[in-house]
């Protein structure tokens, strides 16, 4: 009988507990609304004082300086600034070479036309007409003319005014010079989707093509997607593209290099768009565009029909050239603003079809149209945190507290893995866990490490995982802080997919500059692997808006990272002949080598005080250590680092983490 009383007595404890932290968080939220109100007040008021609103040029002169100071700072150095403008200099030549410089001359023309393929498929491509202007429309048909592969027609469906009729009269006259260019005007305008179907109506290829009519196809973009095709089978394909002004697709705004494909990259954005083409069958018992997603019926068709496709392939070359212009959404998305619900409602469909039920789309702070997915959490299964620890009481006890206090997910434990610690101050907080509100969510596991053993990061990890009592495990750096307190929850969203391996937050330093948005394999000087948009400030958007959107990513670093209990398992755990570096790098690509997606998401945030935990002494043994690892992951998985990261591009830099471009190679890339 006094047993149970005990264990009655226990769970009213923890209930009541739970019911004060639920309320404390309750009031913090209230807290944080109230607060956030009352700035924004300040800040209109700010902004509508007339001495404000004067002074907008000098504050635009001082943040300019701060970041120039910034960049200068980033370099670490009077050699490294000098570096950067170097290799500025080295981009902006490279830079030329991605417009009409990178078009074929007479030899590689006479090369790329007269190549014979086991396979000469006909290309329909597909363009519909609206009030298009004389310019454009020439441009765009001629580049298609100019195109080295032969065997293609050019669909014109014309949906024009009758203040329009020019558009007909030059599409007839280039149809009569030209029996590949098929022209028909339609009765009526149906939109962009129905003008489009009626397109395909005239089509007789085995591949599709779609091409918008005010935009240029690169001369070579039509043999490099057949010799693709005929090397690999790919029955969707799709390059890199730039966005040009005005008349001259030299005066490139953005280059947008992407990446492979990448399902969770295009649920939360359109990064595929031009140039689509894809063999015929895929359409069979489907639709090509459908008139309900105008306005994103490029995004609807594509998550449609690469669901359907065996073997999708990126070109990464720059194909395309979009023309941004008044009116167009390559210039503002409000000039369509019903494309935003459209793409909405285009990503919903797709995620119903793949069986997710009670989502979000909602847009972020990069664009309208990049969104932001919440996934439904099934149950309510056990976290496993594990922490690896030796001294650095207070960084701990800071981690900690922060866990406690900033999380609204309450299924978790905490194992500290003790491995070597020799302060005082670490007993006695190991020791104040006992008691206080954690005593029943943290435990102290001893991992018995020699006097004279070297410390094994890898070992200490899967320790503590064979402890762990979570269906999760979330393995977590000492010397971290959470700032979001719904971290778990975005990270378990996608840890519970069963396509989904590891999932990876984003971390700052102390001063909100980016410590990890995700690992590039190859990047940096060993050529192994390293981060992405590494140190650039915390608000920016991103190269295209990537700090702003969930992605799939070769690796996620084990300072934060969240996976499956039996995935886990399934990969084997961490290496332990990686002691100290790569071993989180080699874990992912363990689960990718198993069939799972790893993501990082940048909703889940936390300050990483890098690296506290065991220094950054990279002289004497610690650098052999370092060598003999990074070569031991260089043997194993070398035809991984040879093929190149397919969540990167091959235009990018290895040298650097910031997307500047490959300086040295984009010769060769542009010349396939």
């Known amino acids: 009988m006094e047993d149970d009383k005990r264990v009655a007595t226990r769970e009213f404890d923890a209930l009541a507990r739970e019911k004060l932290k639920s309320a404390a968080l309750a009031e913090r939220v209230a807290v944080l609304e109230n607060e956030k109100r009352e700035l924004e007040y300040a800040l209109n008021r700010i902004k509508s004082n007339p001495i404000w609103k004067a002074s907008a040029p000098a504050r635009a002169v001082m943040h300019w300086c701060i970041r120039q100071i910034d960049r200068v700072r980033n370099q670490g150095s009077l050699r490294g600034v000098i570096a950067k403008i170097r290799y500025k200099k080295k981009e902006r030549q490279a830079f030329a070479y991605y417009g009409t410089q990178s078009f074929p001359d007479e030899e590689r023309r006479r090369e790329e036309s007269q190549a014979h393929f086991a396979s ?104 490099a997607y057949v010799k693709e095709i005929n090397e690999t089978g790919a029955d969707y394909l799709y390059c890199d593209e730039a966005t040009f002004k005005g008349d001259d697709i030299n005066r490139m705004i953005t280059m947008h290099f992407k990446p492979d494909y990448a399902i969770d990259n295009l649920r939360a954005n359109n990064y595929i768009c031009h140039f689509s083409m894809f063999r015929r069958s895929l359409l069979e018992g489907t639709e090509l565009f459908r008139p309900q997603y105008d306005g994103s019926q490029d995004h609807d068709m594509i998550l449609r029909l690469t669901d359907r496709a065996d073997k999708i392939v990126h070109v990464p070359r ?85 866990i406690y206090t900033r999380s609204t997910w309450d299924n978790y434990e905490i194992i500290v893995v003790e491995n070597g610690s020799r302060e005082k101050e670490t007993a006695r907080l190991y020791e104040s866990f006992n008691d206080g509100p954690m005593r029943e969510r943290v435990r102290v596991l001893d991992f018995h490490r020699e006097e004279n053993e070297p410390f094994n990061f890898s070992a200490v990890i899967n320790f503590g995982v064979r402890q762990a009592r979570g269906q999760y495990v979330l393995l977590l750096n000492n010397d971290t802080e959470v700032i979001t307190i719904n971290w778990m929850e975005e990270m378990l969203m996608y840890a519970q997919r069963p396509d989904v391996g590891a999932v990876g937050a984003k971390l700052y330093f102390p001063d909100r500059r ?129 093929a190149g990261d397919p969540y990167y591009n091959p235009n990018f830099s290895l040298d650097r983490s910031d997307f500047s471009l490959n300086v040295e190679g984009y010769s060769s890339l542009r010349i396939q």
């Open 318 to 402: 720059l194909l395309y050239y979009w023309r941004s212009h008044a009116g167009s959404t390559a210039s503002n998305i409000e000039a369509k603003h019903y494309a935003i619900e459209a793409a909405r409602g285009s990503v919903a469909d797709h995620l119903r079809r793949h069986g997710f039920e009670h989502f979000q789309i909602t847009s972020t702070r990069a664009f309208e149209t990049i969104f932001k997915i919440s996934y439904e959490i099934l149950g309510e299964p056990m976290i496993s945190i594990i922490i690896p620890n030796c001294d650095h009481a207070k960084d701990l006890k800071r981690l900690v507290d922060s």
């Open 120 to 223: 000469m498929i006909k290309i329909s491509i597909l363009t519909p007409l609206y009030n298009t202007p004389e310019k454009y429309l020439r441009e765009m048909i001629e580049s298609v003319q100019a195109q080295t592969y032969p065997n293609w027609e050019l669909c014109l469906a014309d949906g024009s005014d009758t203040d329009h009729a020019a558009v007909g009269l030059i599409a007839r006259e280039y149809a009569e010079n030209d029996d590949r260019i098929i022209y028909r005007h339609l009765p009526e305008n149906k939109g962009i989707s129905g003008n489009t179907n009626a397109c395909l109506t005239l089509a007789e290829g085995d591949y599709i093509a779609l091409l918008d009519h005010d935009d240029v196809l690169h001369p070579s973009a039509l043999y």
């Open 514 to 642: 980016i410590q990890h948005a995700g690992v590039v394999l190859g990047l940096g000087a060993h050529r192994t692997a390293g981060h992405i948009h590494y140190k650039q400030a915390g608000q920016n958007l991103g190269y295209m808006g990537r700090l702003c959107y969930a992605q799939d990513m070769s690796a996620v670093t084990a300072a934060c990272l969240m996976v499956e209990r039996r995935k886990y398992d399934e990969a084997g755990g961490f290496d332990e002949h990686l002691a100290v570096s790569l071993n989180d790098v080699d874990f992912c690509l363990k689960l990718r080598q198993k069939g799972y997606l790893n993501v990082f998401t940048p909703f889940a945030e936390l300050t990483h005080y890098e690296s506290l935990s065991r220094g950054e002494d990279l002289t004497g043994e610690n650098a052999r250590r370092y060598d003999r690892e990074c070569e031991l992951f260089r043997e194993r998985w070398h035809d991984v680092l040879e």
